[in-house]
């Protein structure tokens, strides 16, 4: 102590030793999440790959740091443009893993269950999707029935708990690896949902 009580250096700083816990700085606020076009509409469609602007662990979370289908966008989601041959078909999410996830901007238009059905390919078996509203499940996981393979789109449907009226942030999360997701649409009664499975982005 006499050391340290007739040093420079050492006597200005000997707080330290006592510091029992290091102060991290805080970034909460950092990085902002925001829509990437628009806020989607619930009841209405929500397109996949326009899911929020944010980033790895903010909007999305992606096992790896790049896009394997090298479509539309340039960070780590997987988008695929659905037909190599015709991009004005639009994109889809595909190469997911379980555990992945996307958000989205919604305002939900009125407080209700919602019916939905979701534009799918998945050429394995074992697929499945889970939605969450503000962190919270509103389904239980839904299983992705197994197509021809990749390329092959079909139908799938499914329920919600009920949703409250206002702004949310609508999470998509992967319960089943390889599926490929190009679209889910929300409404009050199946009579509402699309029967033809062609969406056309705007």
């Known amino acids: 102590d006499d050391v340290v009580n007739n040093a420079g250096i050492e006597k200005a700083f000997r707080y330290i030793r006592d510091i029992k816990e290091i102060p991290l700085a805080d970034f909460n606020g950092a990085v902002t999440q925001e829509p990437y076009k628009a806020i989607f509409s619930v009841p209405g469609f929500v397109q996949l790959e326009d899911y929020d602007m944010g980033g790895q662990s903010v909007s999305f979370y992606d096992k790896d740091f790049v896009n394997e289908g090298g479509a539309y966008r340039e960070d780590g989601v997987d988008i695929v443009q659905i037909d190599s041959a015709d991009a004005s078909k639009g994109y889809a999410i595909g190469y997911t893993q379980a555990g992945e996830w996307l958000e989205y901007s919604v305002n939900v238009v009125t407080t209700s269950k919602f019916v939905f059905r979701a534009s799918v390919a998945d050429g394995l078996e074992g697929g499945g999707i889970r939605l969450f509203i503000d962190g919270k499940a509103v389904t239980d996981t839904v299983a992705?029935?197994?197509?021809?393979?990749?390329?092959?789109?079909?139908?799938?449907?499914?329920?919600?708990?009920e949703i409250e009226k206002g702004d949310h942030v609508l999470r998509v999360q992967f319960t089943g690896s390889y599926v490929n997701l190009d679209w889910i649409q929300f409404a009050l009664t199946k009579e509402e949902l699309n029967t033809t499975g062609i969406r056309k982005v705007p």
């Open 144 to 161: 992705v029935p197994q197509t021809e393979d990749w390329n092959t789109y079909t139908l799938m449907d499914g329920e919600t708990s």
